[in-house]
């Protein structure tokens, strides 16, 4: 029998991996870069982002109907299709052109090494909670540990920085300072929590998810085969149900967030009360920007602003239900009371320190 030699497996491996880092760069730079580079020159000079996606130019929302959830999903799809398809081309090559094994070395284990290094690839990923979804769903899929994955979802929105720019030029520096500073605490909190979950599964070491691996996963055959296989299983996997719930959050909007006043603005419970809609409320990249301008001109306090601030970039109901198919609901649930929980943090410490 004729030995075969390793070395085309080894060209196969870094032509895949070479066409994913193609698209990589080439998505984010056509999907984020290049349009948030001029948007941030435009927010500099104006200092506002526009209306808000959630109520416009008014103190409240839209009244519940079939026509604001329609108008909501057509406004929100249009500002994150590209992001979304970039996402699931991603999400999709990172299950099939990326080598496993090299996966696995670098965010395999459940350490702080591994989330670490998944937040900052994060930064300059800066995609919204529901566009970064697929590519989650693609690395629990190649057996990335759950803390890596976790630090890579939340700090795409978390810590964007043209996210951070905005805020800068729009509401002021001081808010840019508490969202980092919050916001580097919640993806490490977040990270926790994955990578205790792997440990209390028995999955701590990247060397044992290695030593299970079988040879076909490391080097499947067809590799363009697979990512095409895998991106139509993300797609008609992820999309109806990402679509559906979209247009139910846009048709409660006015339940979510009630008309602000001066009269309530300052209100604790208010605070608690946006936490929680923040949290399981969808918007674009950098879209809390405008939502809380637009409110804080109508009598919102800092300390919900502040909470806004934190929750309404980081998760989502759709972005948990599309994440929730490669992570444990167990999981979710905490991050999401973690999520909340910061909210209510951020909007303390804006109201303690007079923002």
């Known amino acids: 029998m004729v030995n075969v030699s390793p070395k085309p497996q080894g060209q196969s491996a870094l032509a895949a991996a070479l066409v994913f880092i193609v698209l990589l760069v080439a998505g984010l730079f056509y999907a984020k870069w290049d349009p948030y580079f001029h948007k941030a020159f435009a927010a500099a000079a104006s200092h506002t982002l526009g209306a808000s996606i959630i109520s416009g130019t008014s103190a409240s929302p839209p009244a519940p109907s079939l026509a604001a959830a329609w108008d909501y999903f057509v406004t929100y799809f249009k500002d994150i299709w590209i992001a979304?398809?970039?996402?699931?081309?991603?999400?999709?090559?990172?299950?099939?052109?990326?080598?496993?094994?090299?996966?696995?070395?670098?965010?395999?284990?459940?350490?702080?090494?591994?989330?670490?290094?998944?937040?900052v690839l994060a930064v300059p990923s800066m995609m919204c909670t529901c566009c970064s979804a697929p590519m989650v769903v693609g690395m629990r899929r190649a057996k990335v540990s759950n803390g890596a994955a976790l630090a890579y979802w939340l700090g795409n929105p978390v810590l964007?920085?043209?996210?951070?720019?905005?805020?800068?030029?729009?509401?002021?520096?001081?808010?840019?300072?508490?969202?980092?500073?919050?916001?580097?605490?919640?993806?490490?909190?977040?990270?926790?929590?994955?990578?205790?979950?792997?440990?209390?599964?028995?999955?701590?070491?990247?060397?044992?998810?290695?030593?299970?691996?079988?040879?076909?996963?490391?080097?499947?055959?067809?590799?363009?085969?697979?990512?095409?296989?895998?991106?139509?299983?993300?797609c008609i996997g992820l999309i109806p149900e990402y679509v559906v719930v979209v247009a139910l959050l846009g048709l409660a909007r006015a339940w979510l967030f009630p008309a602000i006043s001066p009269a309530i603005g300052g209100s604790?419970?208010?605070?608690?009360?946006?936490?929680?809609?923040?949290?399981?409320?969808?918007?674009?990249?950098?879209?809390?920007?405008?939502?809380?301008?637009?409110?804080?001109?109508?009598?919102?306090?800092?300390?919900?602003?502040?909470?806004?601030?934190?929750t309404l970039p980081a998760v989502s109901l759709p972005s948990l239900v599309m994440v929730g198919r490669a992570v444990s609901v167990r999981l979710l649930v905490r991050v999401t009371a973690l999520v909340f929980i910061a909210g209510i943090v951020a909007g303390l410490l804006a109201l303690a320190f007079g923002l």
């Open 84 to 119: 979304l398809i970039v996402g699931l081309v991603l999400g999709s090559g990172v299950q099939a052109l990326l080598p496993r094994d090299w996966l696995l070395r670098l965010f395999g284990a459940a350490g702080s090494r591994s989330a670490v290094l998944a937040g």
């Open 160 to 234: 964007n920085p043209a996210t951070i720019l905005f805020v800068g030029f729009v509401l002021g520096w001081n808010w840019a300072v508490l969202r980092i500073t919050v916001g580097i605490v919640l993806v490490a909190g977040a990270a926790w929590l994955g990578n205790r979950e792997d440990r209390l599964a028995g999955e701590g070491t990247a060397q044992a998810l290695l030593d299970a691996l079988p040879e076909e996963e490391k080097a499947p055959p067809n590799r363009f085969g697979a990512w095409l296989s895998a991106l139509w299983r993300l």
């Open 268 to 310: 604790i419970l208010l605070l608690v009360g946006l936490a929680a809609a923040g949290t399981l409320f969808v918007i674009p990249t950098a879209g809390e920007v405008p939502v809380i301008q637009t409110l804080m001109s109508y009598g919102l306090g800092t300390g919900s602003a502040g909470a806004l601030l934190m």
